[in-house]
């Protein structure tokens, strides 16, 4: 494998259903980020995470929970989600951490649908 | 915080004409602007970016110039082909953070 990849790459759940999505980056970079595409508006960036710290859009529901286990995996747990969270979450990576300004390299994404 | 707007929002063009794609952003302190172009069934594919201390970068088919004092960057593509339809993003940034535009579908007819 190379680049990011993310899995599943489509997933189909209801309200009350628990979910995590799984991103993983071979690139051996230091910062991952979380980000969801919804159709016709920009892309809007919920978690960042880092060798030094974990930043968070205040915006982002609680029902969204990120957990980084080490600099290469990144997952997003999901519960009792709502129809309007069915997206494309979007998987990122960079090489420096977030103090600094870098190319950040996408994975495939994985679309969401909240019945 | 900033704010980027991207025009047009569609944009067809004949096959070897030459599309551009216009941004401009709000925070004079962002420093790096890339372009992204998402085919359909992908996530957006890095295609070039330009930091600040520069005002055009060039490879290949594919140019991007910025004007710092306008605020505005621009993407353009010659010779358009039709593996150049996707939907296209610029950003800005300054630090970690990425702010995009809300893309543009561009369509290369034959």
């Known amino acids: 494998e190379t680049g990011v990849t993310q899995t599943p790459r489509h997933l189909v759940m209801g309200m009350t259903n628990k979910k995590s999505l799984k991103c993983e980056q071979h690139l051996g970079h230091n910062a991952m980020y979380w980000y969801k595409q919804s159709a016709k508006k920009p892309l809007e960036l919920m978690f960042v995470?880092?060798?030094?710290?974990?930043?968070e859009n205040n915006s982002v529901p609680s029902r969204f929970s990120p957990e980084c286990p080490n600099s290469s995996h990144l997952f997003l747990h999901l519960h009792t989600l709502q129809p309007e969270d069915s997206a494309l979450y979007l998987c990122?990576?960079?090489?420096?951490?977030?103090?600094?300004?870098?190319?950040?390299?996408f994975g495939p994404g994985t679309r969401l649908t909240v019945l | 915080g900033e704010n980027v707007e991207q025009h047009p929002s569609t944009l067809s063009v004949q096959e070897g004409d030459s599309a551009v794609i216009k941004c401009t952003y709000s925070d004079s302190a962002s420093n790096y602007f890339p372009w992204y172009k998402q085919e359909l069934g992908k996530g957006p594919q890095l295609i070039i970016d330009?930091?600040?201390?520069?005002g055009e970068k060039k490879d290949q088919r594919i140019a991007v110039t910025l004007n710092k004092t306008a605020k505005h960057f621009s993407l353009h593509i010659t010779e358009t082909q039709p593996e150049d339809s996707a939907v296209y993003f610029c950003?800005?940034?300054?630090?970690?953070?990425?702010?995009f535009g809300a893309g543009t579908t561009v369509t290369v007819r034959a």
């Open positions: 990122a990576s960079s090489q420096v951490g977030m103090r600094q300004t870098d190319t950040q390299y």
């Open positions: 995470y880092s060798l030094e710290e974990r930043v």
């Open positions: 330009i930091r600040s201390n520069v």
């Open positions: 950003a800005a940034s300054r630090g970690y953070k990425l702010s």
